[in-house]
């Protein structure tokens, strides 16, 4: 069965103080893994897609990585604003590739 | 532009009620999606329009009945729902199998 697995379930950080979210899956066959920002009530926020093992995508004080097996989403010098729950997913094949099978988030706090 | 817009923002609604989500985008999508969102959980699949055609339905119940009347719209006509379909509701679209982009959401209350 297709699995999403993000960790740690929350993290505690200051300000300034750099980290790595990481997100395991294991999937029949990979289409691409798309990293989404969420904020509390609202909608999540499309952050980055990667496709290929060795791929990295930037925006900001984050970066995106793709190995075979997982993926790293690095904060570098977080803010307060960039606290939020980030979620990874990736299609799920066998729905046509049209669903999503998520993680159930990393929820950031960082402190000033 | 990449935006999903979603009206209302907030919904309270009575078990007898009926009302509609709805939800808009201009991007040339052609797969629409609803979720259902409770507090600390992923966004939970409900349906999938492709190319205006329903192709994927969570076994959702039937109190929760969707219409995508054309490729820029997509509706979610609510009837007799339960205190427990509480929640946030997004919409979301994207080019098949490419990354999905959500909407703000309709946070329901159901008395």
């Known amino acids: 069965e297709d699995q999403v697995t993000q960790s740690p379930e929350a993290l505690r950080l200051q300000e300034g103080e750099s980290s790595s979210l990481n997100c395991s899956y294991t999937v029949s066959g990979l289409r691409g893994l798309f990293w989404y920002r969420q904020d509390p009530g609202k909608g999540p926020e499309f952050l980055f897609t990667l496709y290929s093992a060795g791929e990295e995508k930037e925006k900001e004080r984050l970066k995106a990585t793709l190995t075979k097996k997982e993926s790293f989403l690095h904060i570098t010098a977080p803010k307060p604003e960039d606290s939020a729950t980030y979620l990874c997913a990736v299609p799920n094949l066998n729905q046509a590739g049209t669903a999503l099978i998520f993680g159930k988030g990393t929820t950031l706090s960082v402190s000033s | 532009d990449t935006e999903v817009t979603q009206t209302p923002k907030h919904l309270v609604m009575g078990m007898t009620n009926k009302k509609s989500l709805k939800c808009e985008q201009h991007?040339?999508?052609?797969?629409m999606y609803w979720y259902k969102q409770k507090a600390k959980k992923p966004p939970e699949l409900m349906f999938v329009?492709?190319?205006?055609?329903?192709?994927i339905n969570e076994s959702v119940p039937s109190r929760f009945s969707p219409e995508c009347p054309n490729s820029s719209l997509l509706n979610l006509h609510l009837h007799a729902l339960q205190p427990e379909d509480s929640a946030l509701y997004l919409c979301?679209?994207?080019?098949?199998?490419?990354?999905?982009?959500f909407g703000p959401g309709t946070r329901l209350t159901v008395l």
């Open positions: 329009y492709s190319y205006e055609k329903l192709s």
């Open positions: 979301a679209s994207s080019h098949p199998l490419n990354e999905q982009f």
């Open positions: 991007m040339g999508h052609r797969a």
